[in-house]
């Protein structure tokens, strides 16, 4: 039974969508997801054993969650149960429990199938448990958002989560051959439009269907070319929610590309975010935590352009400013890299941490009363401009504490001068020692 007819309507109700037409009639029509549904996949081998666990279906928009639970219930002949988390509450959980067990009690097991499971609150999510525990219930949950941040780890232990692929342009063009054969009409593209038609689902193969049927309609009288399609149909939005996981994962993506050094990754990744509608400060900002994280004193000058790039954007505003950001953004990926400053700190951080309160030595502390002068304060301090070598010998740590190295700047951009900087004046300290001796 499909969707449309699940619903109490036929083909004389009015027109079927396409979508719903092309639905598979078996796991072997599923595009894209062999990897869970074919021989060997977890889905595969449950159905060849003839034992259902609940599961979540973890995936993009239209690759086949809905049409998955539905063809499992149907090959191992369990009843067929669908809520939807935005739609249902506490009370239709419990008529939903009710009719399982009865069912049950009478030798038929229940598939419920629950899409956005991740919109339950966690009470709610905490009621799925003892129906799964005592196998009232097979749970499917569907989600497009990780698991791991939105569902109760108690729900995670007693549901193998089965992550389904977004669709690939190989799996869209079967779908569209698919469309073609049951329309009985080619689509009226061009090569390069029927590319640009894949790319503009976004991997989305139920939005690809609907695509399919915008184009139908126009009935134009020759190909389509790329440019005349983008005029005559809606594109996808980007699947990017800037609260969620797709955020994070883009976030990482361009600060490793940055990283990296790959200029050209780290600018597709800024598009993508800001084409997703990410706040472009929120970018800024981490565009100065790579300036002071990956690349600190090896180029002071990139801190510099990451600031520049917040005032830029502050005045002009969007779009104008996102071409500072870009500017920042391609200047720290062609920097030279280096967390020597980064290191150092978290060194200095465990050891204030585990060293205790003690006191600076006595001849760097400040003598303002006399008192002060009489009790040692500032008793030996050398002022190293006056010095022959520019350098002192005198102690900056605490008496009680090994002076230790933290900073350990490395071969790269103005870190290498430091280096050499660091290592003359150590030289020049062990030369004053020896000539006290």
């Given at each position: 039974m499909t969707l449309f007819e699940a619903a109490g309507l036929d083909d004389t109700a009015g027109p079927r969508p396409l979508a719903d037409r092309l639905r598979p009639k078996s796991l072997a029509d599923v595009i894209g997801q062999s990897h869970l549904i074919g021989p060997e996949g977890p889905i595969g081998r449950m159905l060849a054993a003839?034992?259902?666990?609940?599961?979540?279906?973890?995936?993009?928009?239209?690759?086949?969650?809905?049409?998955?639970?539905?063809?499992?219930s149907q090959g191992l002949n369990l009843h067929f149960e669908q809520l939807s988390a935005i739609f249902s509450g506490v009370a239709e959980l419990r008529k939903v429990f009710d009719m399982a067990r009865a069912r049950r009690s009478q030798g038929r097991a229940t598939l419920l199938f629950v899409d956005e499971i991740h919109r339950f609150n966690r009470a709610q999510q905490d009621s799925f448990l003892p129906v799964m525990e005592d196998g009232t219930v097979i749970l499917i949950g569907a989600t497009t958002e990780n698991p791991s941040f939105e569902l109760n780890a108690a729900i995670l232990s007693r549901a193998q989560v089965m992550v389904?692929?977004?669709?690939?342009?190989?799996?869209?063009?079967?779908?569209?051959?698919?469309?073609?054969?049951e329309t009985r009409q080619p689509l009226?593209?061009?090569?390069?439009?029927?590319?640009?038609?894949?790319?503009?689902?976004?991997?989305?193969?139920?939005?690809?269907?609907?695509?399919?049927?915008?184009?139908?309609?126009l009935k134009p009288t020759a190909p389509l070319a790329p440019e005349q399609l983008m005029r005559a149909i809606q594109k996808r939005a980007p699947v990017y929610d800037k609260g969620r996981e797709g955020h994070y994962n883009l976030v990482s993506a361009l600060h490793k590309s940055v990283r990296g050094s790959d200029v050209n990754a780290s600018l597709y990744w800024l598009a993508r975010m800001l084409s997703g509608g990410e706040d472009p400060l929120y970018i800024i900002r981490r565009v100065v935590r790579m300036a002071v994280e990956d690349i600190g004193l090896a180029d002071p000058n990139a801190l510099v352009q990451a600031l520049a790039a917040k005032d830029a954007f502050e005045l002009m505003g969007s779009p104008e400013g996102e071409l500072a950001i870009a500017q920042a953004v391609i200047y720290v990926a062609v920097a030279p890299k280096s967390n020597a400053a980064y290191v150092a700190f978290k060194r200095a951080q465990a050891s204030a941490g585990t060293s205790g309160s003690l006191n600076p030595p006595m001849n760097i502390l400040n003598a303002p009363t006399r008192m002060m002068k009489e009790l040692g304060y500032g008793k030996d301090y050398v002022y190293e401009p006056d010095t022959d070598l520019g350098v002192s010998t005198?102690?900056?740590?605490?008496?009680?504490?090994?002076?230790?190295?933290?900073?350990?700047?490395?071969?790269?951009?103005?870190?290498?001068?430091?280096?050499?900087?660091?290592?003359?004046?150590e030289a020049l300290r062990r030369q004053a020692i020896g000539s006290l001796k």
């Open positions: 003839r034992r259902l666990s609940s599961m979540i279906l973890w995936g993009p928009p239209g690759t086949g969650k809905t049409t998955i639970a539905r063809l499992l389904l692929n977004r669709l690939g342009m190989d799996d869209l063009e079967r779908l569209l051959a698919r469309a073609e054969a009226p593209l061009d090569a390069e439009a029927r590319t640009a038609l894949k790319a503009m689902a976004d991997g989305d193969g139920r939005f690809l269907l609907n695509l399919v049927e915008q184009v139908l309609a005198q102690r900056f740590f605490p008496e009680e504490m090994r002076p230790e190295t933290y900073y350990e700047p490395r071969g790269e951009g103005l870190e290498a001068r430091i280096r050499e900087r660091l290592e003359r004046w």
